[in-house]
């Protein structure tokens, strides 16, 4: 696993607002904006953090409530892409929330891709101690099978690190299978997964494929969640990163992931 290391010192807070700017700005006309190359750098996280504070701020302004966390860039593929070796991770509010068989308006999320996962549901804190991984899984209530859809507010997903961190790690939607099963039912890193776009498979995977197992990932979460000053909490959701490639999705898809020992999950998007 790799430990949490000290980000580098926040830019100036004028630059912290501006980028928080530009990407409330695209949420709120639907228009993807630049890369913000300008005012972050690609390696400063606690900049992007900072940033994705302020937009976790102004959603919960706007009446939103948070639910739990996503896990991104777990995939040794994905990090290798954007230069980095850790994952990031972001909020989820109540309403990214879709049920199995729901329908997404097919402008709810600005250039949607759809990734297969595991979704965990915690019993207990996970604020003290250790963190170990027999404590992570110890605080696991039970896991579902879901379905991320990713959304970014940079054009043509032409994302940094520090890009994707900032606007929430690219968090849009998730739909969640109605499924349940504890860690006694089944093994995360032993699952293998298909997902399919109108019936035609799109995209593969296994447990293995997040960290090694999708407990690892939340082992991740939780001590940098920690650290960060927000740990998490029972009764929160956790989207524990993809199990296989990200795919694009685009307005009358039917998506469907299937996800050994879990069940399976679909939507469709509006026309």
Known sequence: ???????????????????ADRLLTAAATGI?????RDLLDATDLKTAYAIQERLTAARLAGGATIVGRKIGLTSKAVQEQIG???????????????????VLPADAILQPRAEAEIAFVLAGDLAEGELSYDQVREAIDYAVTAIEICGSRIADWKIAFGDTVADNASAGAYVLGSERRRLDEFEPREVTMSMSIDDVEVSTGTGAACLGDPVNAVQWLARYARDFGEPLRAGQLILSGALGPMRPIAAGNTVRSTVSG?????????K
């Open 1 to 19: 696993m790799n430990e949490v290391t000290s980000p580098p010192d926040v830019a100036g807070d004028a630059a912290i607002a501006a980028a």
């Open 262 to 270: 879990l069940g399976s999950v679909a939507f469709s998007v509006g």
């Open 84 to 102: 980095v070796d850790t994952p990031d991770f972001g909020v989820l509010f109540d309403d990214m929330a879709y049920a199995d068989g729901d």
């Open 32 to 36: 993807p904006v630049p890369p913000m």
